[in-house]
């Protein structure tokens, strides 16, 4: 789930109620930095409800490839969005998103965001998910303004699965961490994107948590995405 509709544009359906649309394509999806769809094109879609007190709800769906039998992630949330000023933010929700065909991915979710002068900390809680340890995603980041309407966010995390991860060397850790630079700019009227995304994890950890051996390595990503 992304959540970026949250404070675009948006259709006003009464003075209190907004729906904010936003279909999107990625070249890869990157779900903390390990690719949810095979190291392939995805389609995304997300809408977001928003009421003027801050209280808000919305659908989230996108392709996926676990090299299972599931192909798509689907699912929704609910939460709270308030603005102290343009510059500080915070946002609150929580979630639940399945995989038909594979309901073991089922997850719950919780998703915090504070926003302060260009900085950004998020804090992602999954839990009840069938036979894996709940899971947290930290991340920092900066979003620093460039010329023509273009932006810059330079972002680290810092995430912990709650199981061990084994290297080549036998080695164990229950951590691992992501970097992300990510160029954004809008034109022609779509938001374009252009972001390298990498983790530390090797090829031996990331075939024992994925099953895949080349999901979590360095790659670049491009998007195009329309807000309505």
Known sequence: MSLY????????LTPDLDLALKPAIVSDYRSNGISASSNHEALQFEGTLMHSSGWLAGVWA????????????????????????????????????????NSTYAVKEFYG??????FSYSFIYDYQMDGVPNVKYQYLGYTFDLP???????????HDVGL????????????????????????????????FIDTDMSKT?????????????????????KSF
């Open 148 to 158: 023509y309407e273009s932006t810059l966010l330079v972002e680290y995390g810092h």
């Open 205 to 225: 950890e990331c075939l024992y948590y994925q099953g895949q051996d080349d999901v979590c390595s360095a790659t670049m990503v491009f998007g195009a995405s």
């Open 164 to 195: 061990d991860l084994y290297s080549a060397s036998g080695q164990t850790r229950s951590y691992y961490q992501t970097k992300k630079l990510s160029l954004a700019k809008k034109a022609f009227g779509i938001d374009w994107t252009a972001s």
């Open 113 to 118: 965001l504070v926003k302060a002068y260009g």
């Open 62 to 101: 996108s392709h996926v490839d676990y090299d299972t039998k599931t192909r798509l992630e689907e699912g929704g949330y609910a939460g709270y969005y308030h603005a102290f000023t343009p510059e500080i933010s915070v946002l609150g929700t929580i979630g639940h998103y399945i995989y038909p065909k």
């Open 5 to 12: 509709s949250v404070g675009a544009h948006a259709i006003s």
